[in-house]
C-alpha cells in the first residue's frame, strides 16, 4: 500500500477492531473505549469494507476473528503503540474548566503530574466547554452537569456536589440568618450565575421552578467575582453555587445556606468518546479523579 492510500483509514476503525480483538467481543469492546456498540460495528465494518476482506466470524457467539483478522491484529496493535509513543512525547493537555473551577482543582491536578506533562489551562464559561470539547479545541472540559450537554458524544463523571447559598451584603436583616428558605429569597431583587436563553437552566433556575416560584433576576452574571461585587454594593441579593463564591473574595458579604434548595450542583469530567487517550491524558484524568472533593462549612 503506497501512502496516499493510508489517508482513507481512520483511526478509530483501528481502536474499534484492536478493541474488539482484545475483548472478545462488540459489546465488551464498547464499554472498554466507550462507546456503543453499534458504533464498534460500524468502525470494523468501514475497515473490512476497505481492506476487502472479513475480520470476524459474526456466526460465533462471541464473534471470533478471521486468518486475515489475526494477521491483521499485530499490525493493528504496533500502529496504536506508536501513535501513544508519539502522544507521550508531546504530552501536552488542553484542560477546559470555568473559573471558579480554575481556582480551585486546576493547581492541584497540574501539582499531581510529571514535568513531561504539559498543561494548558482554557477557562469559558460553562455552556461553552461543550463545544469546545465537541470541537476538539479541549482534551477534557469540567463543568457542571447541568445545563445538560445536547452531544451524544461526550461521556462524564461526576467528580462532587456543592449547595447552593445565598449572599447577602453585611449588614442585610437577613445576613446574619442560620439559613433562609427559597420563599424569603423569591422576594427580594436576585443576582444569579448564568443565563436562561435556550431553555438551559443553572441550578438556581431549577430550585425555584421545583418549588413552584419564578422570581425574576434583577442581573445576572457568569463570573462569581461580579456577582459579589454587585451584593457587596447592595444591588441585589446572590444565589449561586459554593465552591463559585467561596473561592472568591467575600470581604463586605455573607454567605447563607438555603435550607430548602432541593438542587445541588453536581460537577463532572467530561471527554469524548469517540478520540484516543493519548498517555497524558490519561494521567491527567487520574490526577483529577485522585483530588479529594470539595468541603463545606
Not at 436576585?190 to 416560584?213: D, K, N, P, V
Not at 463564591?245 to 469517540?274: K, M, S
Amino acid at each position: 500500500m503506497d501512502l496516499t492510500a493510508a489517508y482513507g483509514f481512520r483511526m478509530d476503525w483501528i481502536v474499534s477492531f484492536v478493541a474488539v480483538a482484545r475483548h472478545g467481543g462488540f459489546s465488551a469492546a464498547g464499554k472498554a473505549v466507550f462507546r456503543g456498540q453499534s458504533r464498534i460495528s460500524e468502525h470494523v465494518a468501514e475497515l473490512e469494507r476497505a481492506l476487502g476482506v472479513q475480520l470476524f466470524d459474526r456466526t460465533a457467539h462471541p464473534a471470533r476473528l478471521t486468518p486475515e483478522g489475526r494477521a491483521l491484529v499485530p499490525h493493528a496493535e504496533e500502529i496504536l503503540r506508536r501513535l501513544n509513543d508519539l502522544a507521550s512525547a508531546g504530552g501536552e493537555v488542553r484542560f477546559g474548566t470555568y473559573p471558579s473551577a480554575a481556582a480551585w482543582l486546576f493547581p492541584q491536578v497540574a501539582q499531581r503530574l510529571p514535568a513531561e506533562v504539559r498543561l494548558h489551562l482554557v477557562e469559558g464559561p460553562s455552556i461553552e466547554l461543550e463545544g469546545a470539547l465537541g470541537r476538539g479545541e479541549v482534551d477534557l472540559a469540567i463543568r457542571p452537569v447541568h445545563p445538560l450537554v445536547a452531544s451524544e458524544s461526550l461521556d462524564h463523571e461526576v467528580l462532587w456536589t456543592e449547595p447552593l447559598v445565598a449572599v447577602f451584603q453585611q449588614g442585610h436583616p437577613l445576613a446574619s440568618a442560620e439559613s433562609v428558605g427559597l420563599d424569603q429569597l423569591a422576594n427580594l431583587p436576585l443576582i444569579s450565575i448564568g443565563e436562561t436563553s435556550g431553555g438551559r437552566q443553572f441550578e438556581s433556575h431549577l430550585a425555584f421552578a421545583s418549588a413552584g416560584l419564578n422570581p425574576e433576576s434583577v442581573y445576572r452574571t457568569n463570573q462569581p467575582q461580579t456577582l459579589l461585587s454587585l451584593v457587596r454594593h447592595g444591588l441585589g441579593t446572590g444565589v449561586t453555587n459554593a465552591l463559585a463564591v467561596t473561592t472568591a473574595n467575600l470581604t463586605g458579604v455573607r454567605l447563607v445556606p438555603i435550607r430548602d434548595a432541593g438542587v445541588e450542583r453536581q460537577v463532572a469530567i467530561f471527554v469524548h468518546r469517540d478520540r484516543p487517550r493519548t498517555p497524558a491524558l490519561e494521567q491527567v484524568i487520574a490526577a483529577v479523579q485522585a483530588v479529594q472533593p470539595p468541603t463545606w462549612p
